[in-house]
């Protein structure tokens, strides 16, 4: 069950929001109600599932209302009409006390500039969340000692915000988003203010955070990059509108409308499509087989070089059409006349870091996993047309 | 065509019998409140010998701020006892200090409260700059019809004139908090009190600070003021020296004024930064 469903979420910024909900339930633009009515619509009927445990983005540039649709899952600011469902209850309707357990207890939030308390100390942050809930202090202490830990600062317990630097700031921030370890973590672009390398390390160690914690994380950017590599789906943002919701793959391969298509057409693809995206099934053989079997094999499937593989799928070596020949006219065995030495990659490894690779070799690449199973093979051709945009060949497995 | 006179000052006059006529009780029981606070403040600075007083005065001086400061206070405070302006000064400060007093107490809240509201600000910020603007002199009338001659009208005029600088640095020290941080307070489930006293309080201290120390200064220079409808004191030597054109006694008691000022002002700034 989703852990978070919104219906049909709505914010009007203005005098009297009624009246341009009413013109917005008859179809009236965006663009009309501003003209008509000097209204702005923030979020205009959003509709989605949160699922637990996953990442779920939210993307759009500056003004497209994502910050606000963010701000309405903890009601930091009001919905105008629509329902926001956490585990079936109505956030919309808690009153005021019924809120603040939300807030305390289900789901945090981080700030795009850290927004840490510059009076109270690294470690009196991170309880913040856990002494408003009036815990003792020895407690809140201890989990949030804890919680720095989480994001590597222990020793720093005692310094105050600006002692740290903005990567360590925003640290403390999750850190504090974490400590009373809610449900839900709503990010606002978390790592917009961050230098592009402290950012990627950040995102890294997010994704490490979120394997070891399976956190529902909902996380904001306005960077398509950041987007495919943090998100398990992501949700497109134009003038209040989702225009699409889908998984990074989705997204690229098959783009809504105009406007997302517009947004991928700028992706590097080479630093989002990663090794298994581009592999196609590698044909194996066993080496007991012998050399009279790989050849047939290779007529059969029209290749020239086939992978040797044990019982477990583990890759031996590789053997080429000449090599299964000379093992026929001399009695070899295949595992005699096989390539060992055959250039691989990771399943994950994105297509920029294996470039060199490509050109130095005349072999195909290898899909190596960390068991050394084979997964596929990315031959020359694959990595030109994905870069030109191609279809994507359907993952193969070994 | 000849318009009449709008009759203002009829009006007033009655508004201010009718509230001596119908509240005479409360303003007594205000009097007795502000007579008691003064007679405390008084009797603490009074009952102690001066020459001890001086000492300790130094000695906090020289705790809070700097030796400079400590040399300053011994020096100004020898001066006003050698010029035997002892006991009016402390019968001032006495003055001060209530008006100062109270002007926090109420002061802080009303900030608080328009910080909180923008329509509580837009009512109070009209009177402030009413309570600023308007000659002391004539809320001195009124608050002698209210509550006689003697010091406690001297007190509510001072805090009249003393009590917005506290309630407007209080109100923009709250409203300065930067939006994001008081956002995190609130995504984090506190109750308003929780906001106050754990982020706004803390943030806007320094603003606050600043407040209560032009509310002291102001309040300090209502002295001479408050001696015209019988407030005893350095200022009453003040006033008594301009009508009787005696110019040394004058100088004498404006001096002891200024090494007043400039104390109370150096010691309350300092203090806030020790505590900051």
């Known amino acids: 069950m989703a852990i978070l469903e919104v219906k049909q979420l709505t914010k009007i910024f203005g005098q009297d929001p009624k009246r341009a909900l009413a013109m917005l339930n008859q179809g009236a633009s965006k663009a009309d109600i501003l003209k008509e009515t000097k209204m702005t619509v923030g979020v205009n009927k959003a509709e989605f599932a949160i699922e637990e445990g996953e990442i779920f983005v939210i993307m759009g540039l500056s003004g497209s209302g994502k910050s606000t649709l963010l701000r309405m899952l903890n009601r930091l600011i009001e919905p105008t009409a629509g329902q926001i469902l956490f585990n079936g209850t109505d956030v ?75 990567g360590m700031q925003q640290r403390v921030g999750l850190a504090r988003g974490l400590a009373n370890d809610p449900d839900i973590l709503l990010m606002d672009e978390a790592f917009s203010a961050l230098d592009p390398l402290i950012r990627k390390d950040m995102q890294h160690e997010l994704l490490e955070l979120q394997s070891k914690m399976k956190k529902t994380i909902v996380f904001i950017t306005h ?55 581009i592999m196609y099934k590698a044909e194996t053989i066993a080496p007991e087989r012998g050399p009279r079997v790989a050849l047939q094999l290779m007529r059969d499937s029209e290749v020239s070089t086939l992978y040797v593989v044990d019982k477990e799928k583990r890759l031996l070596g590789l053997v080429t059409a000449d090599a299964a020949s000379r093992a026929l006219k001399e009695n070899l065995s295949l595992e005699e006349v096989m390539e060992r030495n055959v250039p691989r990659v990771k399943p994950d490894a994105y297509l920029n870091e294996f470039f060199e690779l490509m050109a130095e070799t005349r072999l195909p690449v290898a899909v190596v996993d960390d068991e050394l199973k084979l997964r596929g093979v990315i031959i020359k051709g694959a990595v030109l047309s994905a870069l030109a945009g191609n279809t994507i060949p359907e993952a193969g497995g070994a | 065509m000849n318009i009449a006179k709008i009759p203002l000052g009829d009006w007033v006059e009655r508004f201010e019998d009718w509230l001596t006529g119908h509240f005479g009780p ?44 400590a040399l300053f206070a011994l020096i100004g405070l020898l001066l006003i006892q050698n010029l035997g302006l002892w006991e009016p000064s402390m019968q001032s400060l006495a003055l001060v200090l209530t008006a100062s007093l109270i002007s926090i107490v109420f002061g802080v809240p009303i900030g608080i409260l328009c910080a909180r509201s923008n329509g509580v600000r837009n009512v109070v910020t009209p009177i402030l700059d009413f309570m600023q603007t308007m000659p002391a002199f004539v809320y001195l009338l009124p608050a002698v019809s209210f509550f006689s001659l003697g010091v406690v009208p001297g007190v509510i005029a001072s805090i009249i004139f003393a009590i917005p600088p506290t309630i407007r640095l209080t109100n923009l020290g709250i409203r300065q ?65 301009v009508t009787q054109a005696k110019t040394g006694v004058g100088f004498e008691a404006g001096i002891a004024i200024v090494i007043m000022a400039i104390l109370l002002d150096r010691l309350t700034q300092h203090a806030f930064k020790k505590k900051s």
């Open chain 2, 177 to 241: 908090v930067p939006a994001d941080l008081a956002e995190a307070a609130d995504a984090f489930g506190s109750t308003p009190s929780q906001k106050l006293f754990k982020l706004q309080l803390p943030l806007a201290m320094p603003s606050i600070m600043a407040g209560i120390n032009q509310t002291i200064m102001l309040a300090l220079s209502m002295v001479v003021i408050s001696s015209m409808i019988g407030a005893q004191g350095v200022g009453a030597y003040v006033y008594r020296a």
């Open chain 2, 26 to 69: 409360l303003f007594d029981v205000i009097r007795l409140i502000i007579q008691g606070i003064v007679d405390a403040f008084s009797f603490v600075l009074m009952s102690v010998p001066a020459l001890a007083l001086i000492v300790l005065i130094a000695a906090l001086a020289y705790w809070i701020g700097k030796w400079k400061l």
């Open chain 1, 223 to 277: 960077d398509l990059d950041e987007a495919l590599r943090i998100g398990d789906r992501i949700a497109l943002m134009k003038d209040g509108v989702i225009v699409q919701i889908g998984t990074p793959e989705e997204i690229l391969t098959n783009p809504a409308d105009p406007y997302v298509q517009r947004f991928v057409e700028d992706v590097d693809m080479s630093k989002v499509l990663t090794a298994a995206h």
């Open chain 1, 92 to 166: 919309v309707k808690m009153t005021p006390a019924q809120l603040r357990q939300y807030r305390r207890k289900n789901i945090g939030m981080v700030f795009q500039k850290f927004a840490l308390f510059p009076h109270r100390t690294v470690l009196e942050n991170v309880e913040y969340g856990l002494e408003v809930q009036g815990m003792e202090k020895k407690k809140r202490q201890e989990l949030a000692r804890k919680a720095l830990q989480l994001v590597g600062l222990e020793g720093w317990e005692h310094k105050r915000p600006d002692e740290l630097s903005g």
